[in-house]
């Protein structure tokens, strides 16, 4: 007779089979294709009949990268502090917008549904599709058909004194406007959903001791938040880097379209290592944000 399998093998199996599809995930769409990024880096690659052709080529490769087109250093450097900013206002607008949508007032469920559009329509062809409508009717009917124009807000600057660089700096920050909205519906979310959470009673002992609505915010809102402020910082910290806009995705693409695919893959390498650094100053910035606010939330 066969013998029974024990209650602790039976459930050592039903472990295995439940990670495995993850196992089966991670081989195929990280570990080999990082197997393959490294053989691309330090080879020539060449598409033959039949698969490809490689040549060993050490070093080279990433010298023709990065020392010949020093372009390339200025662009993954720039992109890495643009698109840090953009997340970090990303997370303010969201939060903001999360803060109103929790307020009850006329029309509130309309308003929410056109916040989640972007959720519903979550596509970069999308909002590309927009931009280029916009750009051409200001083309056709002259920059006032255009929404977001910079130019006046840029001469009222220049006309208080300001220097060229805060000027510029705060007149991206107005073209990007649309973007940052469009990009903020699925954080809008998060944090609606972690107002939610917050039960009622804190807010009523705040209003009986007297507590004002900025004192509230401070006291009660920001720190129950400030737990769930890592996972949607370093979301959208990815979300960003990965967008299909961004400069150093758009250079990939082009190396990839030429069928330089060993400089793609260099390009691709040496940024995610840059994601990978910015995403761990997020956490590590939030980590410490959430374990300071901690202690007043547990006093609540």
Known sequence: MKKKL?????????????????VIGVTAFFILPLISAGIYMFNSVKVVPGGIETKYLGLANIKEVFLNDSENVRLILSTLGSTLLTSVLIIVFSLVVALMLHKKFPTKTFVRMLYMLPVIMTSGIIVSVFKQDLFAASAIQGSDAALFQSGAVREMLFSIGLSEEIVLFLTGIVNQILEIVWRSGVQILLFYASLKSIPAQYYEVGKVEGATAWQAFWNITFPVLSSFLVLYSIYTVIDSFMYVENPVMVKILHYFNLSMYEYSTILAVFYSVGVLLVALLIWAVTSRIGSAERPERDKV
């Open 6 to 22: 024990s209650l602790e093998t039976r459930n050592s199996l039903f472990g295995y089979v439940f990670v495995s599809p993850w």
